[in-house]
């Protein structure tokens, strides 16, 4: 008798959640909830819903899940914007699904990596402490209490800083003269948007075959640097233009090292270990 195929939605196909909905449609059934469906492609099956809508939810989820993934971005980013994004339309998603009667392998939460407050460039891991003092970090943090107090197991991945082709705000400020900052400056961390996507498609197969998670990952690569670094050494690969006298120092988050040990050990292997591989395949795109 043949296996069927899992039956994965994902809540929230922005440009992350579309990237896990491909993944995973390899081989699985996907469907994508979206407000505007138009955008998906034709391997994801359509949910079209408002997760901020109660009414819009009742009886459009498909039936029989395996798993669901929520990946939302704030429409406003502030307090209001998070609150919706990451509590109440969780909430409105839990009570639906709740209601029709799923029951989940796994919830998956998409969350960041804001949640830490430290700054002191030491290393930080799933089990560090969480204190944000900024209300974007509160509000992703309730996410994830809300998402591990859900009636199925559930799983938190907080990424750090997504770059890559669709995402190249960063590279474009140093190849434009737009970002200059001190030396040394403070650590950053960052993953490549193919490696945050399969990460989370990763983790979710594992949970679907029986394998054991951890209520969080964090979501990493494998090289926290100093973002003067990552500046020199984008410099040393292509022509850039001079500073800017008003250019930004690009100091934000804290400065901390992400260890992402927890995920390279459930056996996710990185395509893009470091800066240096994913900001060159960029640079010799362009």
Not at 24 to 33: C, H, N, W
Not at 36 to 42: F, G, N, P, V
Not at 136 to 164: C, K, Q
Request: charged share 25%; proline share 6%.
């Amino acid at each position: 008798m043949a296996i069927s195929e899992p039956r994965i939605l994902v809540a929230g196909c922005g440009a992350l959640g579309s990237r896990i909905a491909v993944n995973l449609a390899s081989d699985a059934v996907v469907f994508g909830l979206k407000r505007h469906t138009e955008t998906l492609t034709r391997d994801i099956l359509p949910v079209k819903a408002d997760l901020l809508d109660p009414a819009s939810l009742e009886g459009q989820l498909p039936p029989e899940l395996d798993a669901v993934i929520y990946c939302l971005t704030p429409n406003s980013y502030d307090d209001a914007g998070y609150e919706a994004a990451f509590v109440t339309g969780l909430r409105n998603l839990i009570r639906t699904l709740t209601a029709d009667g799923q029951s989940l392998n796994r919830l998956l939460f998409v969350s960041s990596s804001g949640v830490y407050h430290q700054d002191d460039d030491g290393w930080v891991d799933e089990t560090s402490p969480t204190e944000p003092e900024r209300f974007n970090g509160r509000r992703v943090l309730e996410g994830e209490r809300t998402a591990l107090d859900a009636p199925w197991p559930a799983t938190v991945i907080r990424y750090s800083g997504i770059y890559g082709p669709t995402r190249q705000r960063f590279l474009q400020s140093v190849l434009t003269g737009r970002l200059n900052p001190p030396s040394p400056g403070p650590y950053t961390n960052r993953i490549h948007e193919d490696d945050a996507a399969a990460a989370a498609a990763h983790l979710v197969r594992r949970s679907l075959a029986g394998d054991r998670l951890e209520e969080c990952y964090l979501g990493t690569d494998s090289d926290p640097v100093r973002i003067d670094e990552i500046v020199d050494w984008i410099r040393s690969q292509t022509d850039c233009r001079m500073p800017e006298s008003q250019a930004q120092e690009g100091r934000r988050g804290g400065s901390k090292r992400l260890s992402n040990r927890r995920l390279r050990d459930s056996g996710f292997t990185f395509r893009y270990p470091d800066y240096r591989t994913g900001y060159g395949e960029m640079i010799r795109r362009l």
